[in-house]
């Protein structure tokens, strides 16, 4: 804290703020990575600049299984936030009153939100719509009163900071608005402090006081961030406030939390999306470098893929017809092709890459990220590589990595060629030294990657890319 030479009242340090805020967090909660904290911390201060944004991330607790942590991420955000409303089983007029509150639009911690949103939630549409809409400023709620004999209609706010937890996953209309945290049970030699909140809760008052002070002071200093390579869309509408933030802060806040949402959105990529999505991520592997597949050998190596459901859709598996109905949604359809001889139906690569290009999305390059040390330790130094080669043991090494320059890259993994590919047709991966083209486009390429044996095209997303000898050869 720093004086103000021009007024009474002292100046607040917010990266020194956001570093205790961090360190209290951390006493009770077991994170499942340091992406994770850093996001909590950073959505607890974005919850007092509520009038700056024009939309608000929700942040959602979700775990398979109960006792993992989730109610106690809700009690130690709540003595930290502006007007905290503990929600587990409210009606749809309380909440939209507390919204329309004057004192300010309060922070609404929604436990057991599975309750309103899971396959035993009933009549709780107002409530969902409420959630739905209420992360963009402006949002109401249309409701018609009777007074008397005469009817009147009204529009409550809707817009409000959210904080939610409960099991397994949400509607796909939250989970893309939201930071989700995927919490799970304490490892053995994972401790924490208990939580009590009459002891715990004052605690909190002096940072209470202070991020309340802070956001009077720097409200109108609040700059508009620059996005990480790749965070786009709705991505970027839920991280750019977390983001600004983190730049108001300063010190290492910046590049931690866009380390943080590097890491966070490609968790959340990995997590599979639809069904839909999850079938054209599992066509790419498949595919793996082919340029076209006879749709039994497409069935057949998806109904192999253990961790999907194509082997049993209701009590059947995936077949021909059903494989050309969910593709037909993606504008793909199926073909003669040629495998040796036979003239099969079947798909061609470049009838998928449009999809994939699109459904499937990658963040090219977070360069050169400094040493990022908090209060916790360093987080990154280099991020690079589409997001949907990353998976939770790639994030444990985002989490671990030290701050010096080497790129963190998702680990390698042989893979046999498909029965439609020949040797001469396996893609393979390409020495740095080498130029690369792009096999789509034959671009030269700067960057690069060896994932699963094959070169990825990272400036495209492309399944593969050929080094230029092996082009010029062809």
Not at 218 to 226: F, Q
Not at 280 to 296: K, N, P, S
Not at 432 to 454: D, I, K, Q
Request: aromatic share 6%; net charge negative.
């Amino acid at each position: 804290m720093s004086v103000d030479l021009w007024g009474k009242e002292p100046l607040i340090d917010g990266a020194a703020l956001l570093d205790d805020v961090e360190t209290f967090l951390g006493r009770f909660i077991a994170y499942p990575s340091d992406a994770a904290r850093v996001a909590h911390t950073l959505w607890i201060a974005h919850a007092w600049f509520m009038e700056t944004w024009e939309s608000t991330p929700r942040i959602a607790f979700l775990s398979p299984e109960p006792g993992s942590g989730k109610s106690r991420c809700l009690e130690v955000t709540e003595p930290l936030v502006p007007r905290a409303v503990h929600a587990v089983n409210t009606t749809p007029a309380y909440l939209f009153r507390k919204v329309s509150d004057e004192a300010g639009p309060p922070t609404i911690l929604f436990d057991e939100i599975d309750t309103v949103f899971g396959p035993k939630a009933k009549d709780n549409e107002e409530v969902r719509g409420m959630l739905n809409a209420g992360h963009r400023r402006g949002a109401t709620a249309g409701r018609c009163v009777v007074v008397g004999k005469i009817v009147k209609t009204e529009e409550l706010p809707a817009y409000c900071a959210v904080a939610l937890a409960g099991l397994n996953d949400l509607p796909d209309t939250i989970m893309t608005r939201s930071v989700i945290v995927r919490m799970r049970r304490r490892a053995p030699d994972e401790t924490v402090e208990p939580w009590r909140h009459r002891i715990n809760g004052p605690q909190a008052a002096g940072m209470f006081e202070q991020l309340g002070a802070w956001s009077a002071q720097s409200v109108d200093d609040i700059m508009w961030p620059d996005m990480p390579s790749g965070i786009e869309d709705r991505n970027a509408d839920v991280w750019e406030p977390l983001l600004a933030v983190a730049d108001l802060a300063g010190s290492a806040w910046p590049d931690r939390a866009r380390v943080a949402a590097v890491a966070l959105v490609a968790a959340a990529a990995g997590q599979g999306g639809s069904m839909g999505i999850q079938l054209l991520r599992d066509v790419r592997d498949v595919f793996a470098g082919a340029d076209a597949m006879a749709t039994e050998a497409i069935l057949a190596a998806l109904h192999e893929i253990d961790e999907s459901p194509w082997a049993d859709l209701r009590g059947k598996p995936l077949d021909a017809r059903g494989l050309s109905r969910r593709l037909a949604k993606y504008d793909v359809k199926p073909r003669t092709i040629r495998v040796g001889e036979h003239l099969p139906k079947g798909y061609r690569a470049e009838d998928l890459y449009d999809s994939w290009a699109r459904y499937l999305p990658s963040v090219a390059d977070v360069a050169d990220v400094a040493d990022l040390s908090g209060p916790t330790g360093p987080v990154v130094a280099d991020v690079v590589g589409p997001l949907w080669k990353l998976r939770d043991t790639d994030i444990k090494d985002m989490d671990s990595a030290v701050g010096t320059g080497v790129p963190v890259a998702p680990r390698e993994s042989a893979t046999s060629a498909t029965p439609q590919q020949t040797s001469a047709e396996q893609p393979r991966s390409s020495p740095a030294s080498e130029p690369v083209l792009c096999r789509c486009c034959r671009a030269e390429l700067s960057r690069f990657r060896s994932t699963r044996g094959f070169t990825t095209c990272v400036a495209h997303d492309h399944l593969d890319a050929l080094s230029a000898a092996t082009v010029s050869a062809s």
